[in-house]
């Protein structure tokens, strides 16, 4: 890891709000961010595209090492994510990529084709790097690790707002389903597993609002970096 990048890594299930407490973080430090989901769910979605079994481990390991993913900054939302030019924002936020990310996430060739592309994000001053293993494998010596969590219940109302949002239609009992499937699939896979690193703070973001979350979270890196700008 470059000494000049101070990594900060915020794991944790589906819902629990990191994607959303690792965009604020990146903004309040100045800091770059990486969104490790993003890249499973893009992978996942050119597996689908070229009809690519989701099974292959050999195939699905090349298609992600030569994969032609940019990520783009929009203002003070999501940054746009284009596959081989095309902006497919969108297309990666439904329930059917989330899965199939999770079943390719689940192939160990697979993760390992995506690491070093992980760790490239890392670029001075900062990096807020979201996802499941940040801590226990891609950045496994970043000195602040936060692992957010939340009930089940509260993750699929969440992500079904999210969903509404964005003009995606979404059933709420077929997401808690399919968050619950996804959660069960993500923490048992021998690879990676989703688990709190040993040295990773646990916040349960259940019953807190995403300013207390960030306030705790600030307050974590300003520990190891005494004046976050
Ligand atoms: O975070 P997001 O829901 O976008 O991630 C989609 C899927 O990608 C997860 O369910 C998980 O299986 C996989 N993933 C992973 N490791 C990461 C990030 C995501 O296995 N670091």
Redesign the pocket.
Known sequence: MAEDCLVVTVDGP?GSGK?TLARLLAERLGFHWL????L??VLALAALRRGLSLEDEAGLARLARGLDVRFEASGAGEPRVFLDGEDVTADLRTERC?AA??RV??LPAVRRALLDRQRAFCRPPGLVAD????GTV?FPEAPVKIFLDADLEERARRRYKQLKEQGIDANLRGLLDELAK?DE??RSRPV?PLRPAPDATVLDSTRMSIDEVLERALELVSRVQPQPR
């Open positions: 589906s994607g969104d490790s989901g993003a499973y769910r989330g990310a999770s996430a689940a996802g499941r293993d940040m891609v996804r699939r993500d990676a």
